[in-house]
T-cell receptor
Framework: AQKITQTQPGMFVQEKEAVTLDCTYDTSDPSYGLFWYKQPSSGEMIFLIYQGSYDQQNATEGRYSLNFQKARKSANLVISASQLGDSAMYFCAMREGPLAGGGADGLTFGKGTHLIIQP | AAGVIQSPRHLIKEKRETATLKCYPIPRHDTVYWYQQGPGQDPQFLISFYEKMQSDKGSIPDRFSAQQFSDYHSELNMSSLELGDSALYFC?????????????FGPGTRLLVL
């Protein structure tokens, strides 16, 4: 079974609109971290935002926020006031296991959502 | 701020040749991860090192090996290259004691096997 599911292969959004990128995850581990990365056409992977399984509040970083619904195992990324430069692939990723001191566990990525912002 | 450095950025090899990719983590980061991203694919975790010891292992082929050195830089050695090894190879680094252990990615090495 897929550990990370991103159901939107592609999205077109008008500039200045808000956009929500979906991510659901599957784990039986009580400790995990969820990450969102942006990959522009140039190829680099840019860290956007993090949500820990024990975090009580939804994470926010500037125009990025996370709609974390633990019971539904979803961690949707919300981008407010979208800009042309937001056009990119967006990946949701998860690391399972203890956070601090738990070892260097690799991330499991979803298939990504290709977001295109239209002027 | 200093980022993860990877070299070379581009590499072209023939089938059955060997390749060595290098990664220099962000200063003070003690953990290094390697990922492989095929065309149109999501990144796949290969292997990670913490304090020069292998920490976690993913889908790394037996033809590949890696190590982390005393200065924390890491090298991914790839032998008997196959056409299917053509991909973008990322190195990421993190600080083990940080509460989130966020992995910061380098720009990647684009490997083309002919």
């Amino acid at each position: 079974a897929q550990k990370i599911t991103q159901t939107q292969p592609g999205m077109f959004v008008q500039e200045k609109e808000a956009v929500t990128l979906d991510c659901t995850y599957d784990t039986s581990d009580p400790s995990y971290g969820l990450f969102w990365y942006k990959q522009p056409s140039s190829g680099e992977m840019i860290f956007l935002i993090y949500q820990g399984s024990y975090d009580q509040q939804n994470a926010t970083e500037g125009r990025y926020s996370l709609n974390f619904q633990k019971a539904r195992k979803s961690a949707n990324l919300v981008i407010s006031a979208s800009q042309l430069g937001d056009s990119a692939m967006y990946f949701c990723a998860m690391r399972e296991g203890p956070l601090a001191g738990g070892g260097a566990d690799g991330l499991t990525f979803g298939k990504g959502t290709h977001l295109i912002i239209q002027p | 701020a200093a980022g993860v450095i990877q070299s070379p950025r581009h590499l072209i090899k023939e089938k059955r040749e060997t390749a060595t990719l290098k990664c220099y983590p962000i200063p003070r980061h003690d953990t290094v991860y390697w990922y492989q991203q095929g065309p149109g694919q999501d990144p796949q975790f290969l292997i990670s090192f913490y304090e020069k010891m292998q920490s976690d292992k993913g889908s790394i082929p037996d033809r590949f090996s890696a190590q982390q050195f005393s200065d924390y830089h890491s090298e991914l050695n790839m032998s008997s290259l196959e056409l299917g090894d053509s991909a973008l190879y990322f190195c990421a680094s993190s600080f083990e004691s940080a509460p989130r252990k966020t992995q910061y990615f380098g720009p990647g090495t684009r490997l083309l096997v002919l």
